[in-house]
């Protein structure tokens, strides 16, 4: 895992519909899980699929501290945030990761802990995960917007920007390589010095990168994803 993200006790991933933030948050708390306490807060109030919630027996077997909004993964239409989740910011855990909903509205929860954030701010690192391959992400104007949005409601500035450019099995070099050069246009224009980019192992080793990579797998995929 690279040294950017190894540090940081607070990691909160937000980013649009089919960025794969959900999929970044599980990959990263299985692997801080094999070195330290660590806790998955499912934050996101507006999406009610590929949720990190959906994989809790599965973190709670990896020794992952699982957390979610009451009624999550159930029929009602509006999740309540319950006091437990304020824990994290009370009761010692080594590292903990925040799944955040996709959007402005999404980032609106964030606003609720603001001041434990500011708090804790040098310990915690607010992510931006941007997948070109998606609608409304694919061009540099359409990204910072986004970005401009969730912070002014989520009231917390990006610290780093995850290329997480893919289209699942139909993801190609190529792909990832352009992600890569929209990120970072993205960075310049918001003032954003860190950037990585993730994806399988097998797809980064053909890129031509400039930035540090985070090898994840996937977990979310529904079965009719899976290839037989």
């Given at each position: 895992?690279?040294?950017?993200?190894?540090?940081?006790?607070?990691?909160?991933?937000?980013?649009?519909?089919?960025?794969?933030?959900?999929?970044?948050a599980l990959n990263l708390a299985l692997r801080f899980s094999q070195q330290f306490q660590t806790t998955l807060v499912d934050l996101d109030?507006?999406?009610?699929?590929?949720?990190?919630?959906?994989?809790?027996?599965?973190?709670?077997?990896?020794?992952?501290?699982?957390?979610?909004?009451?009624?999550?993964?159930?029929?009602?239409?509006?999740?309540?945030?319950?006091?437990?989740?304020?824990?994290?910011?009370?009761?010692?855990?080594?590292?903990?990761?925040?799944?955040?909903?996709?959007?402005?509205?999404?980032?609106?929860?964030?606003?609720?802990?603001?001041?434990?954030?500011?708090?804790?701010?040098?310990?915690?690192?607010?992510?931006?995960?941007?997948?070109?391959?998606?609608?409304?992400?694919?061009?540099?104007?359409?990204?910072?917007?986004?970005?401009?949005?969730?912070?002014?409601?989520?009231?917390?500035?990006?610290?780093?920007?995850?290329?997480?450019?893919?289209?699942?099995?139909?993801?190609?070099?190529?792909?990832?390589?352009?992600?890569?050069?929209?990120?970072?246009?993205?960075?310049?224009?918001?003032?954003?010095?860190?950037?990585?980019?993730?994806?399988?192992?097998?797809?980064?080793?053909?890129?031509?990168?400039?930035?540090?990579?985070?090898?994840?797998?996937?977990?979310?995929?529904?079965?009719?994803?899976?290839?037989?």
């Amino acid at each position: 895992m690279t040294d950017l993200l190894q540090g940081c006790r607070y990691l909160v991933l937000t980013g649009n519909y089919g960025s794969g933030k959900t999929e970044l948050a599980l990959n990263l708390a299985l692997r801080f899980s094999q070195q330290f306490q660590t806790t998955l807060v499912d934050l996101d109030i507006v999406n009610p699929y590929f949720r990190s919630g959906e994989k809790a027996e599965e973190m709670k077997r990896a020794g992952v501290r699982m957390l979610m909004p009451t009624y999550a993964m159930t029929t009602v239409d509006i999740p309540a945030l319950p006091a437990e989740i304020q824990s994290v910011f009370e009761v010692p855990s080594d590292r903990v990761i925040f799944d955040v909903g996709g959007d402005d509205t999404g980032a609106a929860a964030l606003g609720r802990y603001y001041p434990s954030f500011m708090a804790r701010r040098e310990e915690t690192k607010m992510i931006l995960v941007i997948n070109c391959m998606r609608p409304l992400t694919r061009e540099p104007e359409e990204i910072v917007d986004l970005a401009e949005r969730i912070c002014n409601r989520g009231r917390l500035k990006i610290d780093m920007l995850i290329n997480n450019t893919n289209l699942a099995d139909m993801t190609e070099p190529g792909m990832i390589e352009n992600g890569e050069r929209v990120t970072l246009s993205c960075a310049e224009k918001l003032g954003v010095s860190e950037v990585i980019t993730a994806g399988k192992e097998e797809l980064l080793e053909k890129c031509r990168l400039q930035t540090p990579t985070l090898k994840i797998r996937r977990y979310m995929a529904p079965e009719w994803m899976e290839q037989v």
